[in-house]
């Protein structure tokens, strides 16, 4: 229904800033709420960010508070993370995924919550 492609990714040095994308395809994003996880080999997929379908209401982990930037355009079908101050331990493979929204606040930080995913962009901070 809904398929996703990440963008974005790439290397960095440490303190270097990268905006991944996310455009999606088949459907678009309204009535969807976004999120961005990351995993790394042997670790758990974790939850870094999401935003409701409104875009009114924006969540964090703590790691990336008031580093990383959660935005979406839903006229062009794409969301975005913006990440500044990089680190090494932000290193990951990061995903992008959707589920259809329970009103246009919600948001959703558990990738059990998530049905639609992408197939993940590569980012490494270099120290």
């Known amino acids: 229904q809904v398929q996703l492609k990440e963008s974005g990714g790439g290397l960095v040095q440490a303190g270097g800033s990268l905006r991944l994308s996310c455009a999606a395809s088949g459907r678009t994003f309204g009535g969807y709420a976004m999120g961005w996880f990351r995993q790394v080999p042997g670790k758990e997929r974790d939850f870094v960010a999401a935003?409701?379908?409104?875009?009114?209401?924006?969540g964090y982990a703590d790691s990336v508070k008031g580093r990383f930037t959660i935005s979406r355009d839903n006229a062009e079908n794409t969301v975005y993370l913006q990440m500044n101050s990089l680190k090494p331990e932000d290193t990951a493979l990061y995903f992008c995924?959707?589920?259809?929204?329970?009103?246009?606040?919600?948001?959703?930080?558990?990738?059990?919550?998530?049905?639609?995913w992408g197939q993940g962009t590569q980012v490494t901070v270099s120290s």
């Open positions: 935003i409701s379908w409104g875009a009114s209401n924006t």
């Open positions: 995924a959707a589920r259809s929204a329970f009103g246009i606040s919600a948001y959703y930080t558990a990738a059990l919550q998530y049905n639609y």
